[in-house]
Every structure is written in structure tokens, then in C-alpha cells.
């Protein structure tokens, strides 16, 4: 089984004077897939026994593919590769933020609220492949079950928030988690998957912009 960890990025972060690629090299290894530029890429957890990798996904601005004819897809932001997907930029509203103590520095890690993640999926169902579809639509029926005791207030965070906000209309996160269960097996291996996530953490805390205070 793998187990693979997608984090949302804005578009227009300011540079910093280490890349997250950088910070990613010692722990994480890349892995390129297909023809695009820059390739779609995995940032794969070395000596990892259950294969696990993360991901950078971005918001799609304009068409799949430019007026020559070249898909634009993906994007390099802060030196690392991110796939750029229709409709991303509503998981980045009203983000949850979850306290994680893996280490002797807790963190907050930015979460996709429920509402926004039901309403993204729903938005790019048309385009996912049958097999996409049919896990979403168990994500969804796995989301609502969950939080089936507070809908009146995931229905006040749509009308509130979710539903006015086309686009990220306030200073968007730098970087948001947007974690997948994996299908089955959860609880397998909780600590190796602890451990993964904290180098993961540790390697995209934000770094200060240059020439920030």
C-alpha cells in the first residue's frame, strides 16, 4: 500500500532564501512522471517501507493549455513542481488548523474544512476518471457520515464562507494539507506515518521571505 499526502500551494508565494525543494532533498527524493514542464513530480520519503510521497498542487489560472499549444498544467514554485488543478483554490478557503505534537516543536497543519472539500470534489466530478469517481463519491459519503452531527454548521461555513468566495478573496496560506485516506489499513503503521509526516512538516514549514523582518 502507499500512502501519499497532497499539499496546496499559492501561486504567488514570495521567494525564500532556502527552497522547499531544498529542504525537501535530504529526506524526500524526486520522482518524474510524463512529458510535462516541469514534469509532474512525487517527492518520495527515502528508505520509506510503505512508499510514501507527497505532492505540491497549485490553482489552475486559464486554460489547460496555452495559445501554442503547450499543456500548462504545472508550475515551479520555491524550486518544487506543482500540478495545477481546476477548482483547487476552494479547498483553500477557511482552512481548519490542526495542532500535531510529532516532536518536541508541536505545529499547526492548515486542512481542507469539510464543506470545501465535498464542494471540490463535486466540482471536478464531470472530469475524474470512473475509478476517481466512484472513490469520491465514497469520500464524500465517508465525509458527511463523519460530521453528520454538525451539518448546521458546515451549512452556515457554506453560506458564510465556502459559497461567497469564487477565489481566495483574503492573503492565502502558503501552504495547506490536504491528506487522503488510504483505501482500508487505517491505523497500519501509525508511527512510520507519524515519522513521514513530521520530516514532511519539517521540510515545508514556511520559511521567511527574503528580505522579511
Not at 453560506?159 to 461567497?164: E, K, L, T
Request: aromatic share 6%; charged share 25%.
Amino acid at each position: 500500500m502507499t500512502l501519499d499526502v497532497d499539499l496546496a500551494i499559492a501561486r504567488d508565494i514570495p521567494p525564500a532564501e532556502e527552497s522547499l525543494h531544498e529542504r525537501l532533498a535530504h529526506d524526500f527524493r524526486d520522482e518524474f512522471e510524463g512529458g510535462d514542464r516541469p514534469p509532474v513530480t512525487r517527492y518520495c520519503l527515502r528508505n520509506s517501507a510503505f512508499g510514501f510521497y507527497a505532492e505540491f498542487l497549485t490553482p489552475l489560472v486559464g486554460s489547460e493549455v496555452t495559445r501554442s499549444g503547450h499543456r500548462n498544467v504545472t508550475k515551479r514554485i520555491l524550486g518544487v513542481s506543482a500540478q495545477a488543478l481546476r477548482h483547487l483554490d476552494v479547498l483553500m478557503v477557511s482552512p481548519r488548523a490542526i495542532p500535531l505534537s510529532l516532536h518536541e516543536n508541536p505545529v499547526q497543519v492548515l486542512v481542507a474544512n469539510p464543506v470545501s472539500y465535498i464542494v471540490q470534489k463535486l466540482l471536478v466530478h464531470a472530469r475524474r476518471k470512473s475509478d476517481d469517481r466512484s472513490k469520491d463519491v465514497l469520500y464524500i459519503h465517508d465525509t458527511l457520515t463523519l460530521f453528520a452531527g454538525s451539518l448546521p454548521v458546515l451549512y452556515q461555513l457554506w453560506c458564510d464562507g465556502v459559497r461567497p468566495s469564487s477565489r481566495f478573496s483574503t492573503e492565502p496560506p502558503p501552504l495547506l494539507l490536504d491528506r487522503r485516506p488510504p483505501d482500508g489499513h487505517r491505523g497500519r503503521d501509525c508511527k512510520q506515518r507519524l515519522g513521514a509526516l513530521r520530516l514532511l512538516i519539517n521540510s515545508t514549514a514556511a520559511p521567511a521571505p527574503v528580505g522579511g523582518g
